[in-house]
């Protein structure tokens, strides 16, 4: 049935631990839609449901409360003095929170909407986290049956994979894709576009955020704020007291990835003989920190790995690489 779908039916869904983003054709460029994967439960009042409805924040009414999800929770948060809960955790359905479910559900209904003639969507899953094979196929499945159950054709994609497809294809799909998330990296090698590697870490945006903040007695959310706003460089201290603290746990993640790629290629014997070379190309909102490329590049000068690295490179659409890149794996009908 999908053959019969032309390009514009096809969609790209990025299922991030920290944000959502769905892809759509639109010409050359894709248009993106992005929500936070987050969601606060407010107590109910006929005013806040108007305001709610009147601000086009998705929301869903429950008994005594109501739960808003999205891009402006961030707000309420911050206004009600309590923190934003998560519906996701470690690139997985998040155990420790008993509305995981039903807010995914809720993201992905008003996101993609309901097919209207049996849409392609692909959608991101990570690579297993160590012993974390069970969890994976309990995540998959719950996410397929919510597209499902909108009328889509929903097909899951690695989010390593993604990184090759929206960035490789002038190097026939051949190289190191890594993206670097919220709450975990994932990586894959790729030959020709078929995956000789992929796996992921577990050490990411989320991870240094936490980490940050325990060493300098901040909160993870005022952490964030100072890491995603311009005024933070790898490697360069500041007048923040937290600038020392993010340039060691974000040298410590891109390590983890470099290492880990180290011992896995070089423990590979599926990679092709005649590779002498390949290109790496990065994204992921983690990778957008200053200073990052030339970490990368510091950081894969430490290892040996059976191939050489032609090019280091970071992804054109960044945030959204791994979007993109489902949605080319929809239009390549994967
Ligand atoms: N401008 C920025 N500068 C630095 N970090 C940023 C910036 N924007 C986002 N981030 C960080 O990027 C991380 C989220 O990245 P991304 O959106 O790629 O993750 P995700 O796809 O939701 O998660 P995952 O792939 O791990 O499931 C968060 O830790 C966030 O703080
Ligand atoms: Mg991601």
Request: one cysteine or more; charged letters at 25%; proline letters at 4%.
């Amino acid at each position: 049935m999908a053959d019969a779908l032309g390009k514009d039916e096809c969609r790209g869904l990025d299922v991030g631990t920290s944000r959502i983003v769905l892809a759509k054709p639109n010409g050359e460029r894709p248009t993106y839609d992005v929500q936070l994967n987050a969601f606060i439960a407010l107590p109910y009042a006929k005013m806040t449901e108007k305001m709610l409805q009147d601000e086009g924040i998705y929301h869903r009414v429950n008994d005594k409360e109501i739960l808003a999800f999205g891009n402006r929770v961030d707000e309420f948060a911050n206004m009600l003095g309590g923190d934003t809960r998560r519906p996701m955790k470690t690139g997985l359905l998040n155990a420790g929170e008993p509305k995981s479910k039903e807010m995914m559900a809720l993201a992905l209904e008003e996101m993609c909407g309901k097919a209207k003639n049996g849409e392609k969507i692909c959608f991101s899953v990570p690579s297993a986290p160590p012993d974390g094979d069970s969890e994976l196929i309990f995540h998959q499945h719950i996410i397929k049956d919510v597209l499902t159950g909108l009328g889509y054709q929903a097909e899951a994609v690695n989010e390593g994979m993604a990184v090759v497809f929206a960035e490789l294809a002038d190097d026939d799909l051949t190289g190191i894709g890594v993206s670097f998330g919220g709450g975990l990296c994932n990586i894959s090698v790729a030959y020709l576009g078929l995956p000789i590697l992929s796996f992921c870490t577990t050490r990411a945006g989320d991870y240094i955020d936490q980490s940050a903040a325990r060493v300098t007695g901040q909160t993870p959310t005022t952490v964030r704020l100072h890491k995603e706003s311009t005024k933070f460089k790898i490697g360069e201290d500041g007048a923040n007291g937290i600038d020392q603290a993010l340039t060691i746990y974000h040298r410590d993640v891109i390590k983890h990835v470099i290492d880990e790629l180290e011992q896995r290629l070089n423990a590979s014997t599926r990679l092709p003989r005649s590779i002498r070379s390949m290109p790496l190309v990065f994204g992921g909102g983690t990778a957008m920190v200053k200073g990052f490329e030339a970490e990368m590049k510091a950081a894969l000068k430490t290892v040996k790995l059976p191939v050489e690295i032609s090019e280091i490179r970071h992804a054109k659409t960044t945030s959204n690489t791994t979007a993109k890149g489902m949605l080319l794996a929809s239009m390549l009908n994967m």
